[in-house]
């Protein structure tokens, strides 16, 4: 009944919720997968004036069956109690007709949070007596909401890889002046998808691994880490039920989720709120110019073969998204030998193609578009001046692409999710909204506030006067040596 978990690569795998986060991916390359959800569901009538924490428990009471009732309430607790600027965790606002589902009340003001002060709590109970080292690659966001999840940890330390000039000024800020004595960061030369190839080849080190001994295990906080994803399943059903109380719809009613995307995990938790009985109509999958998906949606071919783009959705500059391996998984049935052979063809050439069956099934629940940049900014100007909605451009991508999927079916009420705080990205949003542009980053926060009176997330208001701590910055290919240096520092430390 506990080992329920196998890898999206070998279906003969089995092992339980806590070594799945523990170990954060499978030994042959694969994720972690819940194989079935048959005796699995979630009553969205009893959903009804629950809170957020409350429904968190519920979901996490079925995909973690070995862990206590007593083991998730004091995750949830800890994860949700305080570090919210709202009680409502991820508060829903009507807009025009469409919701927004705004994710970035957390910690560092983007969604990356809700999983990551989850998933250090998780993991506090998944790990044995062994130290860990957290290993993490960052569009932007995912490295400070880590960080800040895992810093001072007592057993866990954490390192962070993020794309040297590619990330916001703020976010940059964010990651190097974090604290704690627990924490290391580094700028790789190199872009996102280097960050998480290298870090996943460093997880798969079998050598590394005999160098570094037997007092540490080194594991990932992305979004390959099912602790990661399934506390972003908890928004799909608290959005459905706002929605409900605010009688938008009746309990039943099919909805619409809109969702920026990057490395495919936000989207694919909601896939998997679906699995436990969540009413969708389409998920709206939303990618910048680095489409990869929206080639594959209209054609069957996957192909990373292509020219990467820097854009003004920093976060979502992905060309391999990890987590549509689960999906590819879930839609072949389970099919473990077909998603290895797609996945090896992938790291051999760059690309790989479906059968008709899989992309028709995978067109069944997933609707998929991308925005241009120009197109971004169009849609941050067009909300605030139309709707007084301020938003950050990677919302604005899901915004311009569920407009392209209204006009070809608007029967379904849509929920847009908002998964950054417009404050990160001042530049992108000054230059949508704003005549006069300065080019002091913290000028321009000042003059959106002023011009907007949307209030500024304290933890970016504070960020420009704190000490720099992390100045590191190295080549892609040491990235294995900066690990070790770390992890024998760390336990030199702790000893
Ligand atoms: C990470 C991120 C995304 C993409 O989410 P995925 O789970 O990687 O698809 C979108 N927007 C923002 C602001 C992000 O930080």
Redesign the pocket.
């Known amino acids: 009944m506990n080992n329920l978990y196998t890898s999206t690569r070998n279906d003969q795998v089995k092992i339980s919720a806590k070594e799945a986060i523990r170990r954060g991916f499978s030994d042959d390359g694969g994720l972690y997968v819940f194989p079935n959800f048959n005796d699995l569901s979630i009553n969205i009538e009893e959903l009804t004036n629950k809170n957020y924490q409350d429904i968190a428990k519920l979901v996490l009471r079925q995909l973690l069956p070995d862990f206590s009732d007593q083991e998730i309430s004091n995750c949830v607790n800890d994860a949700y109690s305080s570090s919210f600027d709202t009680d409502e965790i991820t508060p829903v606002t009507k807009v025009d007709n469409f919701h927004v589902l705004e994710l970035f009340h957390g910690p560092t003001s ?3 949070d809700v999983g990551l002060q989850l998933l250090p709590q998780l993991m506090k109970h998944s790990i044995a007596d062994k130290r860990v080292m957290i290993l993490t690659a960052t ?4 490295g400070k909401a880590a960080l800040e999840g895992f810093k001072n940890s007592d057993k866990i330390a954490i390192t962070v890889f993020y794309p040297h000039n590619g990330v916001s000024k703020v976010q940059q800020l964010q990651m190097a002046s974090t604290n704690g004595n627990n924490t290391e960061v580094a700028a790789i030369e190199g872009n996102f998808d280097d960050a998480q190839s290298n870090v996943k080849k460093i997880l798969n080190d079998a050598s590394l691994k005999k160098e570094l001994g037997d007092k540490i295990s080194l594991s990932s906080a992305n ?1 390959i880490n099912i602790g990661r994803l399934i506390p972003q399943i908890v928004y799909y059903f608290y959005s459905y039920k706002k929605l409900v109380e605010n009688k938008q719809i009746h309990n039943g009613d099919k909805v619409n989720f809109s ?9 694919l938790a909601g896939y998997l709120a679906k699995q436990l009985g969540l009413p969708v109509n389409k998920f709206i999958v939303a990618s910048n110019e680095n489409n990869v998906l929206t080639d594959f949606f209209n054609s069957g071919i996957y192909d990373r073969n292509r020219p990467f783009f820097k854009t003004v ?1 920093p ?2 500059d ?1 060309q391999i ?1 990890s ?1 549509f391996e689960r999906l590819l998984y879930y839609k072949s049935n389970g099919d473990t030998e077909y998603v290895k052979k797609l996945m090896n063809q992938l790291e051999k050439n760059g690309k790989y193609q479906v059968s008709d069956q899989l992309l028709k099934n995978i067109q069944d629940d997933f609707y998929c578009g991308y925005s241009t940049d120009d197109e971004i900014k169009e849609s941050i100007k067009e909300v605030y001046s139309d709707y007084k909605y301020l938003m ?1 451009p ?1 919302t604005a991508v899901g915004y311009k692409v569920m407009r392209d999927y209204q006009k070809i079916d608007d029967s379904c009420p849509t929920i847009l999710l908002s ?2 705080s417009p404050y990160k990205f001042v530049n992108v949003v000054a230059d949508a909204i704003l005549e006069n542009n300065s080019d002091d980053d913290l000028q321009l926060m000042k003059d959106i506030q002023k011009n907007t009176g949307v209030p500024i997330p304290q933890n970016l208001a504070r960020v420009w006067d704190l000490p720099i701590l992390h100045k590191d910055v190295i080549k892609k290919d040491d990235m294995r040596e900066y690990v070790k240096m770390k992890v024998e520092a760390d336990l030199y430390d702790k000893n």
């Open positions: 983007a969604f990356k569009s932007g966001d995912t979004s969702v920026p995307t990057g490395n495919f995990g936000d989207v959705a976060s979502m992905i998204s987590n950050d990677h998964t950054a």
